[in-house]
């Protein structure tokens, strides 16, 4: 089945800096990949997603990157703000898998 | 986005008792719910994948006659979680699924059971 590791778990910035975490999948059929922001006590939000057919899509200060060829995505805050501070998950959905895999997530600190 | 709403938010309810938790996909149709259990810092555990009308498939390790999910409609899908027990204590989430061309998965804000 498919494996998804992110990298790194926790990561602490100051604000206005940016933030990268990156996610590397092991299946190539791969072709669905987003990110979900999960505050505490919340459930998930979707906050950006890439599909196969696209190396790059930016939505105000965040960004994904995917490279098929490594297998790999990540994701790009830019301008951070304390407002930022959560768990990030990254997903991958194989082409005909009904469910995602996540990664194990990434504890973001933006400090004021 | 779209919206995905659970209910109830908080439960806490003795041992022995059993607990319904309702999903639902408030503005669209969703033809595939996911229910997951998040432990205190971990990720999400997939319990179980519906489709409207069918039975679940539920993952390996889980118990499907502790865990009941039935998906009655495109808008609702419930867990009741049977003969809770202290150790069923967890944060659970439900997902669904649009059923348009986007496919793309939205998260309900999760029920905080706990079992006395």
């Known amino acids: 089945g498919e494996n998804v590791e992110q990298h790194p778990s926790t990561l602490s910035v100051q604000e206005g800096d940016s933030a990268v975490i990156k996610c590397t999948y092991s299946d190539s059929a791969s072709n669905y990949f987003p990110w979900y922001k999960q505050e505490l006590g919340k459930g998930p939000q979707l906050i950006i997603d890439i599909r196969s057919n696209v190396g790059e899509k930016k939505d105000q200060r965040i960004a994904v990157t995917l490279n098929k060829t490594a297998k790999h995505f990540s994701l790009h805050i830019t301008e951070t703000q304390p407002e930022d501070s959560a768990v990030y998950f990254c997903?991958?959905?194989?082409?005909?898998?009904?469910?995602?895999?996540f990664g194990s997530g990434t504890q973001l600190t933006v400090l004021p | 986005g779209a919206v995905v709403s659970q209910h109830p938010s908080r439960v806490i309810c003795k041992s022995g008792t059993s607990v319904k938790i309702e999903c639902r996909s408030l503005?669209?149709?969703?033809?595939?719910m996911f229910w997951y259990r998040q432990f205190p810092k971990q990720s999400l555990m997939l319990m179980a994948t519906?489709?409207?009308?069918?039975?679940?498939?539920?993952e390996q390790g889980v118990e499907k006659d502790k865990f009941l999910i039935n998906h009655a409609s495109l808008t609702l899908s419930t867990l009741t979680v049977t003969s809770a027990h202290p150790e069923d204590s967890s944060f659970y989430i439900c997902?669904?699924?649009?059923?348009?061309?986007?496919?793309?998965?939205?998260f309900g804000p999760g029920t905080r059971l706990t079992v006395l």
């Open positions: 997903a991958v959905r194989e082409g005909s898998a009904r469910q995602l895999t």
């Open positions: 997902s669904a699924r649009s059923s348009g061309t986007t496919d793309t998965q939205y």
């Open positions: 519906s489709n409207e009308g069918s039975k679940a498939t539920y």
């Open positions: 503005d669209f149709q969703a033809t595939t």
